[in-house]
Every structure is written in structure tokens, then in C-alpha cells.
């Protein structure tokens, strides 16, 4: 939790280009994450178009994660949920700014952006969507 500070500091700089990025039938009015190629329902008539997902949603299953590998070992323990976003698709994430034992079935969420692990000394910084309690006032916006 050392470096929070700067952190935070990259996620607001980084928070413009960060999405998640799927996609859109416009003749079944569903929607997808990751995007598809082509709609599974509509065949060769489904009409797919891009679509940013607005990164709300709700806990549909999680588990706490109390042994992990090398690299995630300072954030242990730490959850991994379904997050079943507003327009219907689920996706896997990890549920942060929260105590493991305060998440549950049904909790509100929003997507947040998130460093997950750090090459080396001074290197590659690898970041991703997670997702926090809507509740949460996080301060910085
Ligand atoms: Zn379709």
C-alpha cells in the first residue's frame, strides 16, 4: 500500500483513454463483452457496432483468494468476482477499495482502473479494469 500516492496520480492521468470496449447488436439489442465477430443470435443478419460499456454493474458470484501467485502476493487476500454489468454481459474482475468480507451477491459496482503488476524495477506497468463499491467515495473526482 506503499505507493498508493503514486498511483493514483497515473490513474487520474490515465483515466481519458481507459474503457471497456465491446460491442453491440443492433438488430437483437444485445451487447457483448469481449466483442464478438459476429452475433451468436443473428447470425449473418445481426448488424454489430462498438460500444463503450459504462462500467456500472453488479456482483454476480466472487470468491476471496487468500493463496496467489508470486507477483499478487502483497494483495493477499484479496476477491475475484462476476461482475454482471448494467447492459448484461459478465465479466471477471477484482473487487478493490473494499474489505473481502464486506463483498456479497448483488453488490453495486462501477469499474475503476487499476495497476495489477509491475515488471521489474522501473518497468513495464501492466493496468486493467477492476471494480469498486459504488458507494465508495474514492476523493479524487
Ligand atoms: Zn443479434
Same mark, same amino acid.
Given at each position: 500500500?506503499?505507493? =498508493?500516492?503514486?498511483? /493514483?496520480? +497515473?490513474?487520474?492521468?490515465?483515466?481519458?483513454?481507459?474503457?471497456?470496449?465491446?460491442?453491440?447488436?443492433?438488430?437483437?439489442?444485445?451487447?457483448?463483452?469481449?466483442?464478438? !465477430?459476429?452475433?451468436?443470435?443473428? @447470425? @449473418?443478419?445481426?448488424? !454489430? *457496432?462498438?460500444? @463503450?460499456?459504462? $462500467?456500472? $454493474?453488479?456482483?454476480?458470484? &466472487? /470468491?476471496?483468494?487468500?493463496? /496467489?501467485? =508470486?507477483? &499478487?502476493?502483497? =494483495?493477499?487476500?484479496? +476477491?475475484?468476482?462476476?461482475?454482471?454489468?448494467?447492459?448484461?454481459?459478465?465479466?471477471? /474482475? =477484482?473487487?478493490?477499495?473494499? *474489505?473481502?468480507?464486506?463483498?456479497?451477491?448483488?453488490? @453495486?459496482?462501477?469499474?475503476? &482502473?487499476?495497476?495489477?503488476? *509491475?515488471?521489474?524495477?522501473?518497468?513495464?506497468?501492466?493496468?486493467?479494469?477492476? &471494480? *469498486?463499491?459504488?458507494?465508495? +467515495?474514492?476523493?479524487?473526482?
Amino acid at each position: 500500500m506503499a505507493d =498508493q500516492g503514486g498511483v /493514483a496520480q +497515473v490513474w487520474r492521468r490515465i483515466r481519458s483513454i481507459y474503457n471497456i470496449q465491446g460491442n453491440h447488436c443492433t438488430t437483437c439489442d444485445t451487447y457483448y463483452f469481449p466483442p464478438r !465477430l459476429v452475433c451468436p443470435k443473428c @447470425r @449473418r443478419k445481426g448488424k !454489430l *457496432e462498438d460500444y @463503450r460499456f459504462k $462500467g456500472l $454493474g453488479t456482483v454476480y458470484t &466472487f /470468491a476471496i483468494v487468500r493463496q /496467489a501467485p =508470486q507477483d &499478487f502476493k502483497r =494483495q493477499v487476500p484479496y +476477491v475475484v468476482a462476476q461482475v454482471q454489468l448494467d447492459e448484461g454481459p459478465r465479466l471477471t /474482475a =477484482q473487487i478493490v477499495n473494499c *474489505e473481502p468480507s464486506s463483498v456479497h451477491i448483488g453488490m @453495486r459496482v462501477r469499474a475503476c &482502473f487499476r495497476k495489477i503488476t *509491475e515488471y521489474g524495477h522501473g518497468g513495464i506497468i501492466v493496468y486493467g479494469y477492476k &471494480f *469498486e463499491p459504488t458507494m465508495r +467515495v474514492t476523493g479524487h473526482d
